[in-house]
């Protein structure tokens, strides 16, 4: 039981934080573009690098086997996937988990995105199904692969973290009260908290149970039902459950609920669309940016590599487009502590921004 225990703790764990911070590579694109700056940005690549370090000392050091990830044979096919996600991502005004903290905190909105979502991947599994020449393969852990750069790599890594950890210590040094009820409770987590617990969090996961994410999970079990593809085992269902459950505490115990309907039936329609376009793209990386944060990027794949920037390509595509259309983009205050974003006061994009003499 101690296995299936620790994995469930991890992804509780990884509910929480996300909805903690806000993390989301939509509002880290929109920061970008309005402030020129990308707090929010480096702490999920931070999230990233914490996840290597994790998995490259266990895996060299401790000799703990790792599952092989799945990747797209073809760097073409993760472009699209990549460039589609993201489109769909800035469409919905959020990616894969900031979708599910805002249906946890009651934007019903967000359930029809998850519908689309299964549209997008029905769509393609059956096109896939059909013959469209996409295939994936596995491909061993970077750290097996690369013998000879393994060890400078996790070395590199390794004076990172210790940087990193002196740069949370003085930051708990820097406080006065009792520190784990302060920061375990705290409203909104350090951005380089929410990092190192993502991270973490998801590095112990990935060792414990392979490349999974909700995303994926969906996408597994959709492809499933639709045409003739492996089913996902029960158990990454329960993980599904941890996921809600941890974002769920947080909102709880931050009264953040507050249930909201759409506001019209082209609102619906929007989501619905992006999240058509978004289930097809998780089903051409494969996964969505939630898989490739936690699972490919810290594998060191080319592939997964292509398609996140692609990703982000197609969120800053999306949001300016919607800002030339007249739907502004949400002012992000970001600092390297946190950011926070101020819906009730929308500002242009900065295409549109008109500047004092």
């Not at 460039?83 to 990616?95: E, I, K, P, Q, T």
């Not at 991270?199 to 079990?221: H, I, K, V």
């Not at 590599?305 to 595509?317: E, H, P, T």
Request: some cysteine.
């Amino acid at each position: 039981m101690l296995i299936p225990s620790l994995s469930f703790l991890c992804v509780v764990l990884i509910g929480f934080a996300s909805h903690r911070a806000s993390l989301c590579n939509v509002r880290a694109v929109g920061e970008v573009l309005q402030h020129r700056s990308a707090y929010m940005l480096w702490s999920l690549l931070r999230a990233m690098l914490w996840m290597a370090a994790l998995t490259g000392t266990l895996t060299l050091m401790f000799d703990t086997p790792t599952a092989p990830l799945l990747t797209q044979a073809a760097l073409g096919w993760a472009l699209l996937g990549g460039l589609l996600f993201g489109l769909g991502a800035g469409l919905n005004g959020g990616c894969s988990l900031s979708t599910v903290q805002r249906l946890v905190d009651g934007d019903t909105a967000m359930l029809v995105t998850l519908i689309g979502f299964g549209v997008g991947v029905a769509l393609l599994s059956l096109s896939i199904g059909n013959g469209s020449g996409m295939t994936l393969t596995a491909h061993a852990s970077p750290w097996k692969r690369w013998p000879q750069f393994a060890p400078w790599a996790l070395a590199g890594l390794l004076v990172w973290v210790a940087y990193e950890l002196q740069s949370l210590w003085r930051l708990a040094q820097s406080q006065d009260g009792p520190r784990w009820h302060r920061h375990l409770w705290a409203p909104s987590y350090h951005l380089s908290v929410a990092a190192a617990v993502l991270g973490l969090a998801g590095g112990l996961l990935y060792a414990l149970q392979g490349a999974w994410s909700y995303s994926n999970f969906l996408r597994t079990e959709i492809a499933h039902l639709v045409v003739v593809h492996p089913a996902p085992k029960p158990w990454q269902g329960v993980l599904v459950l941890g996921l809600i459950v941890g974002m769920g505490l947080s909102g709880w115990q931050r009264r953040s609920f507050q249930l909201r309907f759409p506001q019209s039936a082209p609102t619906t329609l929007r989501h619905l669309a992006a999240g058509a376009s978004m289930g097809m793209g998780a089903g051409l990386v494969p996964g969505g940016n939630d898989t490739l944060l936690l699972s490919s990027l810290p594998a060191f794949s080319a592939s997964a590599a292509v398609a996140y920037l692609a990703m982000l390509a197609g969120i800053a595509l999306m949001l300016v487009t919607r800002a030339r259309l007249g739907q502004p983009m949400h002012t992000l205050q970001c600092s390297a502590a946190r950011c926070v974003e101020m819906a009730d006061h929308p500002v242009p994009s900065p295409a549109r921004r008109q500047v004092k003499p």
